[in-house]
Nanobody, 122 residues
Framework: QVQLVESGGGLVRPGGSLRLSCAASGDIVRIYAMGWYRQAPGKQRELVASIRSGVANYADSMKGRSTITRDIANKTVFLQMNSLKPDDTAVYYC?????????????????WGQGTQVTVSA
């Protein structure tokens, strides 16, 4: 089994900053990519940022306001978000593309964390 555990969400005022963390553990052979998605009430889940082989990708809405980094040794991904706006309010989910063995078969699959609430409000 694979677990993704997020932390760092909370309530922040507009213009403030938050740093989200996500640690992967369990049956992991290789992590190919990690990223963050978010889902606001009544909206579809959307990509915030992802990182693969050291290359970061950001949603247009987060470019210039966020930085995604990985600690490969500790199987952890971080998302630093600055200049937060009320529109950034959502549940933020960690995602990882992970390879592991299922019996004698090697498979690569997407895994999700349980989500962490980010609320931007005065």
């Amino acid at each position: 089994q694979v677990q993704l555990v997020e932390s760092g969400g909370g309530l922040v005022r507009p213009g403030g900053s938050l740093r989200l963390s996500c640690a992967a553990s369990g049956d992991i052979v290789r992590i190919y990519a990690m990223g963050w998605y978010r889902q606001a009430p009544g909206k579809q889940r959307e990509l915030v940022a992802s990182i693969r082989s050291g290359v970061a990708n950001y949603a247009d809405s987060m470019k210039g306001r966020s930085t995604i980094t990985r600690d490969i040794a500790n199987k952890t991904v971080f998302l630093q978000m600055n200049s937060l706006k009320p529109d950034d309010t959502a549940v933020y989910y960690c995602n990882a593309e992970i390879g592991n063995w299922l019996d004698v078969n090697y498979r690569v699959a997407d895994y999700w964390g349980q989500g962490t609430q980010v609320t931007v409000s005065a």
